[in-house]
């Protein structure tokens, strides 16, 4: 696992456009500043491209790259054609799939179960419906928490409304392969949870 992923501040920043199918986001340090990590969708195809300028935007497929600036894979995010609930696949930088996220079903601001491979639930993506405030729960201990409600270093950073920050607990250990998992699930409350066309 890549060491930047033992960070517990990220500020994700979506890249803005007019005629804009694709989701592209800026990762970086809030503290430093500095950009640390891409997230990019390359492989958008035809009919995606199409159908993400209509109201069926958030039943689109998706696969979600993350890498270093340098090009070097961290990890790889993708989704199939989502009808009703989201499930979503989470690969590492060698393409192993490590695990799963499942929308829940009527669930009211969002949530998600993160699975491991084995289908066990490691933590749960709860969110309110009120607010983009989501918090990743451990029986009943937060692991990590995403807002845009941010007072640190980077609070000027934050120039439009679809800017975030992830917090992810000290609690959380080094190298611990949750950590993976909690940065895609970041990726998948604003495409599956919040997107709007």
């Known amino acids: 696992m890549n ?14 456009g007019i005629f804009k199918a694709s989701n592209n986001y800026d990762i970086f340090d809030p503290n430093s500043q500095e950009m640390i990590l891409l997230c990019r969708e ?11 300028f209509t109201d069926y935007k958030r039943m689109t497929p998706f696969d979600i790259e993350i890498t270093t600036p340098q090009g070097e894979s961290i990890l790889r995010v993708k989704r199939g054609v989502s009808i009703f609930v989201s499930t979503v696949e989470v690969f590492d930088e060698r393409e192993k799939l490590i695990g799963k996220f499942k929308q829940k079903f009527f669930s009211i601001g ?4 993160i699975l491991d491979l084995d289908d066990r639930v490691v933590c749960t993506l709860k969110g309110k419906w009120t607010s983009w405030d989501f918090k990743f729960i451990q029986d009943n201990t937060e692991l990590a928490h995403v807002s845009k409600k941010w007072a640190g270093i980077g609070r000027e950073l934050f120039t439009s409304a679809d800017n975030y920050m992830l917090n992810i607990n000290q609690s ?5 392969p ?16 919040k997107e709007r066309f």
């Open 3 to 16: 060491p930047i992923l033992n960070k517990n501040l990220f500020f994700v920043k979506e890249h803005r």
């Open 110 to 113: 969002g949530k998600f179960d």
């Open 172 to 176: 959380v250990p080094e190298n611990d």
């Open 42 to 52: 390359q492989n958008l195809g035809f009919f995606s491209k199409i159908l993400r």
């Open 178 to 193: 949750n950590r993976l998992l909690i940065l895609a699930a970041v990726m998948c409350i604003d495409m599956v949870l």
